[in-house]
């Protein structure tokens, strides 16, 4: 693995950023007695309470386990209408957000909202319940923390707010557009969540790459996951618009990007892009293609299609890196290398749990 593997040129103002080591807690210019209480904070913040609505999806099978290790009491808040690959170490609240009252949230040091619909697919099947869950269930969750005494709130948003941009690299203060479902109704969460920062509330809101690579809880319905199960069942991946721009993030970076944000200090609130690099449609397909023959001396052929979309956009991390001391260390080769090594674990490409939409169907019947 690369440290900080993200080829040349990927992140197009790398050049001119100055790393900031360790978390966020730190300034530079504090003496030396300063860091060392605020480093004896930190470690008893390791005790701390944290509630997960959605935990048990995707992102959540990745990060709780990360969190336990460094000594977080963790609870999950969720519907499990994907199973549940979670340690049993963790407590458990089943049950709808919008049947929580506060005394459900209070005690909570943080809440983090990974929950509602994640994807297109499922925003133009149900759009009512698309934005319910992905607009108004944040706005009550946070609502509910924020009564309940909780310090800070974590939306799991998207880079799907950018709707459609002209190949410019988009930073948080640039607007935000978006004209379809998932992509507004992501930006409505977004917006309802951050009007309720203040003083005695922090709220930090990620703007999400598409996630990819293996997870316990596994999906075959995102770009680059998508791409590999094609070219392992068919030997083909199918690549609808090589031009168009999609910024890529490691679940693994994104577990350590939700680290980033529990562990920062207290007066952080903010929006922040989160990625791990930016790629085109086509360079996806071939870093696929290349990595199976590597990989697995599997030869696999393109698909192409010039079939236009709806979203473009690729996004500068600027701010996440200086703020958060969020630097991300996968790029797509170690992507696939991570679902090549856990291939076993979801081999069954049939399996409807690995598709949002099949399953979210099936539960409308």
């Not at 209480?37 to 959605?54: D, E, P, Q, V, Y």
């Not at 709220?203 to 596994?218: D, N």
Request: net charge positive; glycine share 8%; charged share 20%.
């Amino acid at each position: 693995m690369i440290p900080a593997s993200v080829s040349p040129g990927r992140w197009k103002t790398r050049s001119c950023q100055k790393k900031i080591h360790g978390p966020a807690l730190f300034p530079s210019g504090w003496p030396v007695r300063k860091r060392i209480t605020s480093f004896t904070n930190h470690r008893r913040k390791a005790r701390m309470k944290i509630l997960i609505a959605g935990g048990a999806g995707y992102i959540g099978s990745v990060l709780i386990p990360k969190l336990l290790e460094r000594g977080y009491e963790i609870s999950v808040i969720d519907l499990f209408w994907f199973g549940n690959h979670l340690p049993k170490e963790i407590g458990i609240v089943h049950k709808d957000i919008f049947d929580l009252q506060v005394d459900d949230v209070r005690g909570f040091d943080q809440v983090i909202f990974l929950g509602g619909l994640s994807n297109d697919p499922m925003a133009e099947f149900a759009p009512s319940k698309n934005f319910i869950y992905n607009a108004a269930a944040p706005a009550f969750l946070g609502y509910v923390a924020k009564k309940a005494g909780v310090k800070r709130f974590i939306y799991a948003g998207s880079c799907s707010v950018y709707g459609y941009t002209v190949n410019e690299l988009y930073d948080e203060t640039q607007p935000a557009v978006s004209n379809y479902p998932y992509g507004i109704s992501k930006l409505q969460g977004e917006q309802a969540v951050m009007q309720m920062q203040d003083n005695n509330f922090s709220v930090i809101a990620f703007r999400q790459g598409t996630v990819s690579g293996y997870s316990p809880r596994m999906r075959l319905d995102l770009v680059v996951n998508t791409m590999f199960k094609s070219a392992i069942a068919d030997k083909v991946i199918t690549v609808n618009n090589p031009a168009i721009w999609r910024p890529i993030l490691s679940i693994q970076d994104a577990a350590s990007a939700y680290i980033r944000a529990i562990e920062a200090n207290d007066a952080i609130s903010g929006i922040f892009n989160i990625a791990s690099g930016n790629y085109t449609v086509g360079e996806l397909g071939d870093l696929v293609r290349s990595g199976l023959k590597t990989h697995l001396q599997v030869d696999v052929r393109l698909q192409i299609k010039h079939i236009q979309d709806f979203r473009n956009y690729k996004v500068s991390i600027d701010k996440a890196r200086k703020v958060l001391s969020f630097h991300p260390k996968h790029d797509v080769e170690s992507i696939i290398k991570d679902l090549v090594e856990n291939l076993s674990n979801f081999k069954d490409f049939d399996n409807p749990a690995y598709y949002n939409i099949q399953v979210f169907k099936t539960l409308e019947k």
